[in-house]
């Protein structure tokens, strides 16, 4: 007896199964001749769907979204000469850490090449170092020694097109910090010169047109 309700209690089951995955089945052909009607002419989208697809391309390709294929630097200038940054803080050799970082971004990151001499150069870059700082991140509590230190440069910077003599890049200030850790063989040196390649980043994102 015991058998032979198990059994149907499982004919049951699986009867109210293949009802419900019948019914599914159903919705689910609804929804698709829903979006499609059959006519002479083939498969057509209903109306509703219609508007949702022409909005999404309207949205997407019919209005411009900010994407250009134009430079994202000026096109009126072919290169630039790099002066020396001055350095006044009481750090010595960041000068030439910037410099150098700031040139070799440029050739990367911009359609401009780095030239040697002024008189042949479309534009001029040249700024200075304000300041170059040290400060603590986190000390060991056991001897107060200063686990992780940070370095952080500021710099102002210009840039003008020979030409016209506009200035491009107006006494803009830069910041750029960086970390280290002499437990892991790090130095003011290696975090200045990380600091000083960031700060040759933003200055290159600052040659850009504005938006």
């Known amino acids: 007896m015991a058998s032979r309700r198990l059994k149907t209690e499982n004919s049951k089951f699986e009867t109210r199964n293949s009802k419900r995955a019948a019914v599914r089945r159903r919705h689910f052909l609804l929804w698709i001749f829903g979006l499609l009607r059959i006519s002479s002419f083939g498969f057509r989208i209903s109306a509703v769907p219609a508007v949702s697809c022409f909005a999404l391309l309207a949205d997407g390709c ?85 686990l992780e230190k940070e370095v952080v440069l500021t710099a102002v910077v210009n840039w003008k097109d020979m030409k016209n003599g506009k200035l491009m890049i107006n006494s803009r200030t830069v910041t750029a910090a960086a970390s280290y850790s002499e437990f892991q063989g790090q130095d003011f040196a290696y975090a200045s010169a990380v600091a000083a390649n960031k700060l040759a980043q933003d200055i290159v994102q600052l040659m850009e047109n504005p938006w």
């Open 62 to 146: 019919g209005v411009s979204t900010g994407y250009t294929n134009t430079s994202l630097f000026p096109s009126d200038v072919n290169n630039v000469y790099l002066e020396m940054f001055d350095n006044r803080s009481f750090r010595r050799g960041i000068e030439f850490t910037l410099s150098d970082a700031l040139a070799k971004r440029i050739e990367v990151d911009t359609p401009y090449k780095i030239v040697s001499s002024r008189d042949r150069a479309d534009s001029v870059m040249s700024g200075q170092v304000v300041t170059a700082g040290e400060s603590i991140l986190t000390i060991e509590r056991d001897i107060g020694r200063a």
